[in-house]
């Protein structure tokens, strides 16, 4: 077992060296698992500790049990031993101590070291995944401009500079149909850290709701500064988007402030997500205006909602809009119901329509 427990702490000693994490940090971990290790072949104990020392990769390990009088007193024998019997560790032993029994690491054998090092290699990566939080948490929920490092052709996987860290953006997060080449620069938004890859790492997306959200801070100062609210924002990344605005003050028009003079504003943003075109409409707190806002540009003549609770109602439109209220593959009425969060039947005025 001694050569188990040399490559053990050998690999900790590493760990600890590449990433930095603290000797007291890596002891915690160390001690969870040998109470797993342990409990394997000492289930019943209730008291166990650990005398470690990493530096000199070593490690006591004792259960320890009350000591009562007599061998019939015995009632527990996993926690508690006779008196007769803990003087055969310490003749200063008496009723009512602790006896310190040292456990011979030999016992735990191959697999319990094995468990050992599986658990200390999980709470490392929640080690790793602080850090990166402590480290990096600072730019969760922004958008940052990276530089493109390179792109793997056979994953699809872009790899940006982030901190002078390279970082992963997936294909699932790049917007579809967008050429990305080495050497781009792109903007994303970071949407925390990941803890389910092989080593946590930042997660950073192209197609998050947050990043048009962001991007609408960054390019008009009106909802910059808190005098146009983004309510609601839907998309379908790359193709198009809905975003609900509104403003407290009656003398901004929040939907032609957003879009800006000769659409300036709204196609900066366009151009930052691959030419997604992008419909700015007004929000509504009463449900029925918003759902009519939402489904711009075609008219609604009327919004039923037998619910409110159950956030469905059907919508009426002209029957020459009908299609245009759908939109191509639905895509018009998806967003839409995205955006209010009502599932949206929308109904031709006839009450029929031939398609």
């Not at 031993?81 to 310490?90: C, E, V």
């Not at 490092?149 to 002078?164: A, Y």
């Not at 037998?306 to 245009?324: G, H, I, M, R």
């Not at 018009?332 to 119901?337: E, H, V």
Request: net charge negative; charged share 30%; aromatic share 6%.
């Amino acid at each position: 077992m001694s050569n188990i427990n040399t490559e053990l702490f050998d690999a900790l000693a590493l760990v600890a060296k590449e990433k930095g994490i603290s000797a007291e940090v890596l002891v915690e971990k160390i001690q969870t698992a040998l109470i797993i290790a342990i409990k394997k072949d000492y289930p019943r104990s209730e008291d166990i500790n650990f005398d470690i020392d990493i530096a000199k990769g070593k490690f006591d390990v004792c259960i320890f049990k009350e000591i009562v009088e007599t061998p019939e007193e015995v009632e527990d024998d996993a926690n508690q031993i006779d008196l007769d019997a803990a003087k055969k560790y310490s003749k200063k032993y008496k009723v009512g101590d602790k006896c310190a029994i040292k456990l011979n690491t030999r016992h735990f054998g191959r697999i319990a070291a094995q468990t050992a090092k599986q658990v200390i290699k999980q709470g490392i990566k929640e080690v790793e995944r602080d850090q990166l939080i402590e480290q990096w948490g600072n730019l969760q929920n922004e958008v940052m401009n990276v530089k493109v490092l390179k792109v793997e052709p056979d994953t699809g996987n872009v790899f940006v500079e982030i901190n002078s860290t390279e970082i992963i953006l997936f294909p699932n997060d790049q917007i579809p149909g967008e050429v990305i080449n080495g050497g781009d620069n792109i903007k994303v938004y970071i949407s925390g850290v990941s803890a389910n890859d092989r080593r946590p790492t930042l997660r950073i997306s192209r197609t998050h709701n947050n990043l048009l959200r962001k991007l609408f801070e960054s390019q008009i100062p009106e909802v910059s500064d808190g005098t146009i609210e983004v309510c609601s924002v839907s998309r379908e990344p790359g193709i198009r988007s809905k975003v609900a605005v509104r403003t407290n003050d009656e003398n901004v028009d929040a939907v032609g402030s957003c879009i800006g003079p000769a659409r300036s504003r709204i196609t900066t943003i366009c151009n930052e997500l691959n030419g997604e075109k992008i419909d700015v409409v007004n929000y509504s707190d009463d449900p029925k205006e918003f759902i009519k806002a939402a489904l711009k540009p075609a008219d609604v003549l009327a919004v039923e909602i037998p619910d409110e609770e159950v956030k469905a109602c059907s919508a009426t439109v002209p029957d020459n809009q009908l299609s245009l209220a759908i939109g191509n593959k639905g895509q018009n009425a998806k967003l839409a119901a995205r955006l209010t969060g009502f599932k949206i039947d929308i109904r031709p005025e006839s009450g029929f329509y031939e398609g």
